[in-house]
């Protein structure tokens, strides 16, 4: 199906300012709109010490973080059942699970990615990470420990436990439909390494890719996005 190049403009001004609104507005009225999805991948150094851990393990002497094993996979079912199907897998092929326990259970889990060099596949993007850094996915607090300080108790734990391990950065991907993740990321001094979008329509799809101050880059129409790499994150 032909595509006006006019709605192909309109799709790359919206995608280029980041007008989410618009775009809604286009998917309305001009075009159908198959699928809008807009990410960031956010970054953070780990070359520094955290004292805001201590003070976290001194207020939540209740909590302990470890790795689970296969025979925690049916307890990670039962808690976290979102990507059920998922986790023997991961496991299988060397990715690790931090999970952060109270007195009552799992109160939360990140997997966690580790090679000498990643490659990560996000809505049609292949970003290859900087070397030796670790990807964080997949995280989850259940809702009753939300507000309890228990995502920066599992991330801070996370952050020690990669820099045990000489890894110099650690990376994540934050979804425009959650500003929550987004904030909480940047409190952890979290910085946003590129932004990525795909724009599906019937006849084909728009890519855009663009780092912090940069110049983004576009791919219209193509079966696939190009290939990235991500810069390594710099002190605050």
């Not at 023997?88 to 997997?111: I, N, V, Y």
């Not at 724009?199 to 912090?212: A, E, H, I, K, M």
């Amino acid at each position: 199906m032909h595509v006006n190049p006019i709605v192909w403009q309109r799709l790359g001004r919206y995608l280029r300012t980041g007008d989410m609104i618009a775009l809604g507005i286009l998917a309305g009225r001009a075009v159908r709109i198959v699928q809008l999805d807009h990410v960031m991948i956010m970054g953070r150094p780990l070359s520094w010490p955290d004292p805001e851990l201590q003070k976290l393990r001194a207020g939540h002497g209740e909590l302990r973080t470890r790795f689970a094993l296969p025979a925690d996979l049916d307890l990670l079912k039962a808690t976290f059942p979102h990507y059920a199907g998922e986790y023997a897998k991961r496991m299988q092929q060397g990715d690790r699970c931090l999970l952060l326990e109270g007195g009552s259970g799992p109160l939360a889990f990140t997997w966690l990615k580790l090679s000498p060099q990643l490659v990560i596949k996000e809505i049609g993007f292949e970003v290859t990470l900087p070397p030796r850094a670790a990807w964080g996915y997949d995280t989850f607090v259940v809702v009753e420990a939300r507000r309890a300080g228990a995502f920066a108790m599992l991330m801070y734990e996370v952050f020690e436990e990669l820099r045990r391990q000489a890894v110099p950065s650690l990376f994540a991907t934050i979804t425009h439909t959650n500003p929550e993740s987004f904030h909480a990321h940047a409190r952890l001094q979290y910085q946003v390494a590129m932004t990525l979008s795909r724009v599906q329509v019937p006849g084909g799809r728009l890519y855009r890719s663009r780092p912090p101050g940069g110049r983004a880059r576009y791919a219209a129409m193509a079966s696939r996005a190009p290939g990235l790499t991500i810069v390594a994150p710099s002190l605050p």
